[in-house]
């Protein structure tokens, strides 16, 4: 199996564009609690295929699941090979994604798989197996969690959202956990993120402020993937709440300047402590005053953590299993790249389009219904 991957899913400020990229068990009981049900899958170590296959079982309450399997390093990339059903049914195949009506991240370090990723494929209850592909050659071992959501989903949710501050109130001033509530630049940037979250049937709830406490001056700036997974990990609540790290520069492995870099899609919301737990934001454009920009770049990250792939990627090789978004197949150039001028009226309008463009606000009823079923809303 081709395991080829990329720095996950981010918005690179060279060219203006957004790039195509649980779970240990913490202290539990935090805010939202309830109507989440967690489980330790246990421990399983891959085979001469190297896959593992993973049994889960889905309360018959259910309305998603969110499979956890990690950590295994930064240097070695895993993904989902198959997925069955309780009636026996291949929900997903890597050989064949874009078949289905799922779609799984080819990750480093922690691989996060949830079902459902569209109103195709609803979730049944009953017994899954998940088999999990890491590229490495020796045997690996993980240990997997899932975290089922039972909380129905509905139409006026919130989600909370927890900023931690890295050094950057040099840039924006009064950026920090004391006088952050009084930011109008913040303020505004908040108040455009509800206006956009407000198409996925949701609004901004309880927002708290933190200042970094630990290497300001490594994770100011954050270079490359492993970086951005440890700072992820200092994040180690289990609340249901978008932890968002606000930094001054964010570069991937490649060296390309990035805007906004999520985990996932999925993340990991209401498990802390992992590579895959937040979102790490630059404050570039607040600096700038420019918070419309900011606002969609935070609206889309964490769509991204809730589950939400770009309606078509830059190299037009896939789309995601939502049957209301556009795809794009217009290339006419014939650069390789699917940009938003060429896929006018077929997907670049929307927020989760791939490029970063003032344009791309829309949001669709598929894209709600998967969002609604994240662990993160309440």
């Known amino acids: ?26 202290t539990k009981g935090g805010p939202g609690e309830e109507g989440l049900v967690r489980e330790d899958l246990g421990t399983f170590t891959t085979d001469t295929g190297s896959g593992a296959d993973v049994p889960f079982e889905a309360p018959t309450d259910a309305y998603s699941a969110l499979i956890t399997c990690g950590p295994y390093g930064y240097d070695t990339l895993a ?19 874009q078949g289905t009506a799922m779609r799984v991240t080819t990750t480093d370090d ?49 989600v909370d959202v927890h900023f931690v501050f890295v050094g950057v109130d040099g840039e924006v001033p009064g950026l920090n956990a004391t006088d952050a509530v009084d930011n109008t630049l913040l303020d505004d940037t908040l108040t455009r993120v509800a206006d956009l979250w407000s198409g996925f049937g949701f609004g901004i709830g309880n927002i708290t402020y933190e200042d970094f406490g630990g290497d300001v001056e490594t994770y100011n700036s954050v270079d490359g993937a492993t970086e951005f997974g440890d700072l992820l990990r200092t994040n180690t609540s289990d609340d249901r709440q978008i932890t968002i790290f606000m930094v001054s520069a964010i570069t991937d492995n490649d060296g390309a300047t990035i805007l906004g870099q999520a985990a996932g899609p999925p993340g ?47 190299d037009g090789s896939g789309h995601d299993p939502l049957s209301d978004t556009p795809e794009c197949t217009s290339d006419p150039d014939g650069n390789g790249v699917y940009s938003t001028n060429e896929c006018s009226g077929q997907g670049a309008d929307y927020l989760m389009w791939w490029a970063a463009s003032a344009s791309s606000t829309a949001t669709s009823d598929d894209e709600a219904w998967v969002v609604q079923r994240s662990a993160l809303p309440q």
């Open 79 to 97: 993904t989902a090979e198959s997925i069955v059903d309780p009636n026996g049914a291949t929900i997903y195949d890597y050989n064949d994604e």
């Open 1 to 26: 199996m081709n395991t080829n991957g990329a720095f996950p899913l981010a918005l690179v400020l060279t060219t203006a564009i957004f790039a195509g990229m649980a779970a240990c068990d913490g």
């Open 110 to 158: 922690l691989l996060p798989v949830l079902i459902p990723e569209s109103p195709d494929l609803d979730l049944a209850a009953g017994n899954y197996t998940l088999r999990v592909y890491v590229d490495a050659s020796a045997a690996t071992t993980i240990s997997c969690s899932a975290l089922y959501r039972t909380q129905e989903p509905t139409a006026d949710q919130m």
């Open 268 to 314: 990991a919301p209401a498990v802390g402590g992992t590579s895959k737990s937040g979102a790490v934001v630059t404050v570039s454009s607040l600096a700038d005053g420019d918070t419309d920009t900011e606002a969609r770049i935070i609206a889309h990250e964490v769509g991204h953590f809730m589950g939400l792939f770009h309606p078509t990627e830059k």
